[in-house]
């Protein structure tokens, strides 16, 4: 098929790329003209290996054509961002897709909408795209399939990941299944638009509240003097259980989406906004925990991660910049160390060893392989004090303590100033 793909962000590139590689002639249209041009010299510009295989591939086979425009095509797949660092939806670069692509799409084409949304969305788009120009929805097939990619493994999940795809009428839904099971190896599932569209929603939402029930474990392990790390594991050994881990916050897609479904109907949602309210909390806890256990006199922080998540550049709602901005008004001079995230709104640094001259507190907040792998003795050295807090309970304590160093871990009784989480 003919394939033109809206958007070559962390979705489309690897979208366009793996359909390409699955045979479709594809057209990467992006508004942004030097991101083309980067993809057109061969530069993707994105930290997974395994997608720049992917998306070098693909434009080395003469079927994945970069482009600032869009072309005429037998399907539409629109893949571009809607949730914003303020947690809320922006679709204005939507609606910005849609309009532009509408004139192109012919009776029988088919769009399908990737893009995280509220739901109604997608049929809202197609109605004022199309209906400004005169168009019958009925003509075209229209298809919402919301991406399921964890971000660090995008490649395998583009290609084993169940995937779920809701159309207009039951053969917009199965018109749009013959393009995904080109190159998807686990089940399409066909369903309606909204329920497509809440679906996506409920996942995220979903973890967005399995991890509040984890931070509120961790305030309640605090209380007990027990490691609720190990409480966890303990109770995921039975097989219908599953919690997630406690940490200093949530970030990525998932406040957004699960804010989008609290507000998707008129009836509040008290459960996934309470869920909101605590991992909210998350950072101020930290902070709090930092300074409970900071030595007297202790003047700078460094924070280690920027990212939301380990082993990935994307800082989308980190709660590295929140606890940033609180440790900076308490009066700590805060620098934020990440080998892998390349842009950050904060004081983002790249030379560890310079700035820990006179640190006096480490705080883990993001477990990069690189980061896990900082020799303690070697850091130790530099120094100021030696105390560091792990968010994620992802050092290896022992290591740290042999290197003299004071460690905390976020949920640990016994190693946690009592008087930070219980606050």
């Known amino acids: 098929m003919k394939i033109t793909v809206a958007g070559l962000g962390r979705v489309g590139l690897p979208t366009a790329a793996i359909l390409a590689e699955s045979g479709h002639d594809v057209v990467g249209y992006d508004v942004n003209k030097r991101l083309v041009a980067d993809l057109s010299s061969g530069r993707t510009g994105t930290a997974e290996q395994q997608v720049r295989d992917l998306a070098r591939r693909a434009l080395a086979s003469g079927r994945l054509h970069p482009s600032s425009m869009p072309f005429p095509a037998d399907a539409f797949l629109v893949c571009v961002?809607?949730?914003?660092?303020g947690e809320q939806m922006d679709v204005r670069a939507l609606e910005h897709a849609f309009t532009t692509i509408a004139p192109l799409v012919q009776d029988g084409n088919i769009v399908i909408l990737e893009s995280t949304v509220r739901p109604g969305t997608t049929l809202a788009l197609a109605e004022r795209a199309f209906g400004a120009l005169g168009?019958?929805?009925d003509a075209i097939h229209l298809a919402y399939c919301p991406e399921r990619l964890l971000l660090g493994n995008v490649v395998d999940e583009l290609v084993w990941n169940d995937r779920i795809v809701g159309g207009r009428r039951t053969i917009d839904a199965e018109t749009a299944r013959a393009i995904y099971v080109s190159f998807v190896r686990g089940d399409v599932v066909l369903t309606?638009?909204?329920t497509a569209e809440t679906v996506k929603l409920a996942?995220?939402?979903y973890r967005d509240?399995?991890?509040a029930f984890a931070n509120e474990l961790a305030v309640l392990g605090q209380s007990l003097g027990i490691d609720i790390w190990e409480a966890i594991a303990l109770a995921n050994r039975h097989p219908r259980v599953n919690i997630l881990s406690p940490g200093p916050g949530v970030g990525g897609a998932v406040p957004a989406a699960a804010r989008l479904l609290a507000s998707a109907s008129s009836a509040p949602s008290k459960l996934l906004e309470t869920a909101r309210?605590?991992?909210d909390a998350a950072p101020r806890r930290v902070a709090e925990m930092v300074q409970?256990?900071?030595?007297?006199?202790a003047r700078k922080i460094i924070l280690l991660g920027a990212a939301y998540k380990a082993d990935v550049d994307d800082v989308r709602s980190t709660p590295?910049?929140?606890l940033e901005k609180l440790l900076t008004q308490s009066g700590f001079d805060v620098a934020v160390y990440d080998p892998v995230v390349t842009h950050y709104e904060g004081n983002l640094v790249r030379d560890l060893d310079t700035e820990a001259r006179d640190a006096d507190v480490l705080v883990l907040v993001t477990d990069h392989a690189a980061i896990r792998a900082i020799d303690p003795t070697r850091i130790g050295e530099l120094v100021r004090s030696r105390c560091i807090v792990d968010t994620r309970n992802a050092l290896d304590l022992s290591a740290w303590r042999d290197a003299g160093f004071d460690v905390h871990v976020l949920g640990r009784g016994d190693t946690i100033a009592q008087e930070a989480l219980l606050s």
């Open 292 to 297: 409970a256990i900071a030595p007297l006199g």
């Open 277 to 279: 309210r605590v991992n």
């Open 209 to 211: 509240v399995n991890i």
């Open 135 to 137: 168009r019958d929805l």
């Open 320 to 322: 590295a910049r929140v």
């Open 81 to 85: 961002p809607t949730l914003t660092a």
């Open 192 to 194: 309606d638009l909204t």
């Open 203 to 205: 996942e995220n939402a």
